[in-house]
T-cell receptor
Framework: NAGVTQTPKFQVLKTGQSMTLQCAQD?????MYWYRQDPGMGLRLIYY???????DKGEVPNGYNVSRLNKREFSLRLESAAPSQTSVYFC?????????????FGNGTRLTVT | GENVEQHPSTLSVQEGDSAVIKCTYS??????FPWYKQELGKGPQLIID?????GEKKDQRIAVTLNKTAKHFSLHITETQPEDSAVYFC??????????FGTGTRLKVLA
């Protein structure tokens, strides 16, 4: 069982470049999430998708866009990367979202913007 | 806004001793409290969770307690082993899609 798979694992960008982080889950979960993790700040929600066809902003959405491509896949796009977006990005999924199902995380993408 | 405070930020214990990590939440509507363990280079993994209608839950060497009046919940690990060394995160949720995470505790179990 792969669970939640994120690609790439590492990425270095120059300021102003764009990229898309990919996420796929094979657990038939309805809800998917993108978090960023920074030292001393825990995990902060960027965007989430409660179900296929819907997306909503989280705590720190500025500078990001998302696409829920289908039930399995949820991508995060940086249109014009900035050094402040240097972080570790985690995708997560859950079965029922609002009914307090636990989050299942991928292993992260470590992004550096120079 | 809502927040979750987590203490301590680092914790070192001798193998076989107990470890306790504490979290305090601000939103009284929170009703679900998961704990995650994150090993180096990996994503957080759920280790135990508790809902607001329960005061305590145990799973082998791990237990979580909840005090709704004080808005306080804790993770207890007994008989610690080297493989328990990791970063632990608490979180609180109000039943929406929003989980508020603590800032993490780095636990080191010394052999």
């Amino acid at each position: 069982n792969a669970g939640v798979t994120q690609t790439p694992k590492f990425q270095v960008l120059k300021t102003g470049q764009s990229m898309t982080l990919q996420c796929a889950q094979d657990m038939n979960h309805n809800s998917m999430y993108w978090y960023r993790q920074d030292p001393g700040m825990g995990l902060r929600l960027i965007y989430y998708s409660a179900s296929e066809g819907t997306t909503d902003k989280g705590e720190v959405p500025n500078g990001y866009n998302v696409s829920r491509l289908n039930k399995r896949e949820f991508s995060l796009r940086l249109e014009s990367a900035a050094p402040s977006q240097t972080s570790v990005y985690f995708c997560a999924s859950s079965a029922q979202g609002a009914l307090n199902s636990p989050l299942h995380f991928g292993n992260g993408t470590r992004l550096t913007v120079t | 806004g809502e927040n979750v405070e987590q203490h301590p930020s680092t914790l070192s214990v001798q193998e076989g001793d107990s470890a306790v990590i504490k979290c305090t939440y601000s939103d009284s509507a929170s009703n679900y409290f998961p704990w995650y363990k994150q090993e180096l280079g990996k994503g957080p993994q759920l280790i135990i969770d508790i809902r607001s209608n329960v005061g305590e839950k145990k799973d082998q060497r791990i237990a979580v307690t909840l005090n709704k009046t004080a808005k306080h919940f804790s993770l207890h690990i007994t008989e610690t082993q080297p493989e328990d060394s990791a970063v632990y995160f608490c979180a609180a949720s109000t039943g929406t899609y929003k989980y508020i995470f603590g800032t993490g505790t780095r636990l080191k179990v010394l052999a």
